[in-house]
């Protein structure tokens, strides 16, 4: 386990299954249909669906590819996450939460890269990939459990609906780019 390994691991301790449930049932309760917040939700569960295609590949090649897919996901959603989620949270008030999540962010972009220095079927990518997911799991937690729920209950109408169109916007401006690159 590497140092960054290490620190990750002490300060995301993790929430329990049921924890994340109750957050995430939380979130979707002060969500509306097609608001930033759903949509964010939305990509919360296929962030976590990508990381379990990346585990139950069969070969070097196949996890690879789903290797690739996932970060696509994590870096248009963080993308779009740090160009107008974060910043509307430290409007409101929030701004050590942004800076955290920020922070946290940061952190994973780094892991998801050394992925690609690691055999993608020996156990010690395994191990990074597991680390990887924990730190995710415990940022989306933070999003759903307070940070996000606080936005959306704090943030005038308004602001609401322009974080909306300004999420849709981000988050499809680097998946554009993302598949772009894919076909090159």
């Known amino acids: 386990m590497s140092l960054l390994d290490k ?6 301790p993790p929430e329990s299954d049921e924890r994340r449930a109750e957050a995430r049932q939380k979130a979707r309760s002060v969500a509306a249909p097609g608001d930033w917040l759903s949509l964010v939700l939305d990509h919360h569960q296929q962030i976590e669906e990508a990381f379990a295609q990346v585990r139950a590949a069969a070969n070097a090649q196949s996890r690879r ?61 395994l191990d990074k990939l597991g680390h990887l997911e924990g730190a995710v799991a415990h940022h989306v937690y933070e999003e759903e459990h307070s940070w996000f729920v606080d936005l959306k209950e704090q943030a005038p109408p308004a602001d609401q609906m322009r974080v909306s169109e300004r999420y849709k916007e981000e988050y499809e401006r680097y998946m554009r780019g993302g598949m772009r690159t894919e076909s090159l």
């Open 7 to 12: 620190v990750i691991s002490a300060i995301t």
């Open 65 to 125: 590819e789903a290797q690739k897919a996932l970060a696509i996901l994590l870096n248009g959603h963080s993308m779009a996450e740090e160009a107008v989620i974060y910043p509307a949270l430290a409007h409101i008030g929030k701004a050590m939460s942004a800076e955290m999540a920020y922070t946290q962010q940061i952190a994973a972009k780094m892991q998801i890269a050394a992925l690609d220095h690691l055999d993608p079927m020996a156990e010690d990518y």
